[in-house]
């Protein structure tokens, strides 16, 4: 069975700070995908990442997959309250089933 | 639509009745997802449809859960019997099932409650 340890489970910050995520497995993945999701809503992808080693930057927010495709991080940069949400990576697998973190709940102060 | 669709939105029940939630998925994508989720939490693997093959079902938490895609379109979850432990958010994701990088759209999900 594949895991995803995301970290931190929650995240609490004054608008302006900073903060990354991570999420780690001790598998392989074929690709490596970040979601957000807003309540009563289901998750939105934000980005894909395929490649070892492979930095994408969307706007405010840098996401880097592990040389060895087991790892990612998703940096932020001076967050904002717009930023709030639980954010979720998933990983991919070469027959398309995605595995999920437990996710990581972030919330920017005004 | 252009969308995935997903019902009941809400649907409360008592414990020991089935229920079906129903997926409609984005015409024209293959794969199909079912993923629940509790409260806050990330997303637990139920089931997994690619175009004809065998569903992927090692997600399934018991046999009182079952799920059937009738002609590669609209999908039913259905649990028997159900228990207060099956509250949670119902998630269904449809996506082109491109190899390596699927790309999934989720459905707004379906909550149940079992009191």
């Known amino acids: 069975t594949q895991l995803l340890e995301q970290s931190p489970q929650f995240l609490s910050i004054q608008e302006g700070e900073n903060l990354t995520v991570y999420c780690n497995s001790s598998s392989v993945f074929s690709s490596l995908q970040w979601y957000r999701q807003e309540p009563g809503e289901g998750p939105v992808l934000l980005v894909t990442v395929v490649t070892g080693g492979e930095v994408k930057k969307l706007k405010r927010l840098t996401f880097q997959f592990g040389d060895a495709r087991k790892d990612s991080s998703l940096h932020i940069t001076a967050a904002q309250p717009g930023d709030t949400g639980l954010y979720l990576c998933a990983g991919g697998t070469s027959y398309g089933k995605l595995t999920f973190g437990q996710g990581t709940i972030l919330t920017v102060h005004p | 639509g252009a969308g995935v669709s997903q019902s009941p939105s809400n649907k409360v029940t008592e414990k020991g009745k089935d229920v079906e939630l129903r997926c409609d998925p984005i015409s024209g994508h293959t794969a199909l997802y079912w993923y629940r989720q509790s409260l806050g939490q990330g997303l637990e693997f139920l089931i997994y449809f690619q175009g004809n093959s065998a569903p992927d079902k090692s997600g399934l938490p018991s046999d009182r859960f079952s799920a059937e895609r009738t002609g590669g379109s609209v999908s039913t979850l259905t649990i028997q019997r159900t228990q207060q432990e099956d509250s949670a958010v119902y998630l269904c994701?449809?996506?082109?099932?491109?190899?390596?990088?699927?790309?999934?759209?989720f459905g707004a999900g379906s909550r149940l409650t079992v009191l």
């Open positions: 994701a449809s996506s082109l099932d491109l190899p390596g990088a699927n790309v999934l759209t």
